[in-house]
């Protein structure tokens, strides 16, 4: 269930060989996980011991977090969030569903039923009764680029899969090719494939930094380029499923609001508006059902896609120009203030 990007608007990206990284960085990498501040004289073959070890306790540790999440639409992947059963996982994993059924990893099935979920940022909480779990550990702290990482999860139907690599970026607005756009995501050379989608991407200190969301997609060869990967982050995985916990939706986005409802135009030159929300920001600066909003603060909105990625890289509050061609083929730019995107469960 694994979701693919096209980099068809984005420039190449040269990726650096990870093996390469992971050989001349493993006394280093070593010491930053362990939170040494020093450096012991080791042999080449006594780092690479050291570093298998802390592969394995990394493993062992985090895999009972991470569960199989099954629909009758496919298999995904979910970290439990916390000892009450609350497990967090993608919305794309979960789709329509509001039943599920959780594999753990030492082979226990439970049913799950939705607790909710955030399609904006592709985030969704179920929940399952009965039996102990294990709530996984949450990063609070950025991760940086080039640490090591390891990605947990199901791809394919193999459970409790383990791929690794490093942080290789981190990216904004990046669009999934169904109107959601992720406002901030971690790239990563960890390969992440089908079923992949709501599991775990951990660092050496067994601690979740992110959930792997989506694979690049080549837009020559097709299919997944590989060494490309994203990740929701961890902070806005705890924001959102804490919220969703809490209240059973999302009371605080932080995602900027125009207030409307649009379409992609046939002639590509912007999105028309098919319904304005009464006191909304649009609303309050005039703009009316059958305009087309051609460009957000500089930046052209040819599609819909294009506007949500625009309005991902924004906030609350913020004051912006929003150009908008009127149905008598007049030309305009108004000036309107954000809201925020109403949570919904």
């Known amino acids: 269930m694994e979701r693919h990007l096209s980099e068809r608007r984005r420039a190449s990206i040269l990726l650096t060989s990870v093996g390469a990284i992971v050989a001349a960085g493993v006394v280093a990498g ?3 996980a362990s939170g040494r501040t020093h450096q ?3 042999s080449p073959a006594a780092a690479t011991l050291a570093l298998q070890t802390t ?5 062992t540790r985090v895999s009972p977090s991470v569960v199989q999440i099954e629909t009758s639409g496919g298999l995904g992947s979910g970290i439990v969030f916390d000892a009450q059963g609350h497990i967090v996982t993608n919305a794309h994993v979960v789709g329509d569903a509001s039943r599920f059924t959780v594999t753990f990893p030492n082979g226990r099935r439970a049913q799950a039923t939705l607790v909710g979920k955030f399609e904006p940022d592709d985030l969704a909480v179920i929940h399952v009764s009965g039996g102990s779990v294990k709530p996984a550990s949450f990063a609070t702290a950025k991760v940086r680029r080039g640490q090591i990482v390891l990605a947990i999860g199901n791809p394919l139907g193999f ?5 690794q690599g490093i942080v290789s970026a981190f990216r904004k607005a990046i669009p999934e090719g169904t109107g959601a756009v992720l406002p901030s995501v971690i790239q990563t050379s960890a390969a992440i494939n089908p079923g992949n989608s709501g599991g775990a991407l951990v660092d050496l200190s067994g601690r979740v930094v992110g959930i792997p969301t989506l694979a690049a997609a080549d837009p020559e060869l097709g299919g997944a380029a590989a060494g490309i990967g994203f990740a929701i982050p961890s902070t806005l995985v705890t924001d959102i499923a804490g919220q969703i916990v809490k209240n059973g939706h999302v009371v605080n986005s932080h995602r900027a609001y125009l207030g409307v409802s649009i379409g992609d135009t046939m002639g590509a030159s912007g999105v028309v508006i098919g319904r304005v929300v009464a006191n909304g920001p649009a609303a ?3 703009i009316q059902v059958g305009d087309v909003i051609t460009s957000v603060a500089g930046r052209k909105t040819p599609t819909a896609d294009d506007l949500a990625t625009v309005l991902a890289g924004l906030r609350p509050g913020q004051a912006v120009k929003v150009g908008i061609s009127r149905q008598n083929g007049s030309t305009t730019t108004v000036s309107i203030t954000l809201g925020t995107y109403p949570g919904s469960g």
């Open 30 to 32: 070593l010491a930053l």
């Open 40 to 42: 012991a004289a080791q």
């Open 55 to 59: 592969f394995e306790n990394v493993v």
């Open 159 to 163: 459970r409790s899969s383990v791929t």
């Open 284 to 286: 309050k600066a005039g």
